[in-house]
């Protein structure tokens, strides 16, 4: 399955595929290559907790690496 975010200029980016999900994580973390408006992030946070069945925390360019202890 490819999952595409539609950027305001009309430009398609394609979202990278979930390899190895752990069947237990209750969070799922996922980081885009560019900027998004807040409602853009709600809109694919809300479809790809759907899809999966976990929560899902959109993460765009301006954050770097995210760590769990």
């Given amino acids: 399955m490819k999952i595409y975010a539609e950027l305001d200029n009309g430009e398609k ?15 799922v973390f996922i980081r885009t290559p560019v900027r998004l408006r807040d409602e853009v992030i709600r809109e694919i946070e809300a ?3 759907e899809k ?4 899902v925390v959109l993460l ?3 954050f770097g690496e995210v760590f769990v202890m």
């Fill in 13 to 27: 980016v394609e979202l990278r595929e979930i390899q190895g999900l752990q069947p237990n994580c209750e969070i």
């Fill in 60 to 62: 765009d360019v301006m």
């Fill in 52 to 55: 999966i069945g976990k929560k």
């Fill in 47 to 49: 479809k790809m907790a």
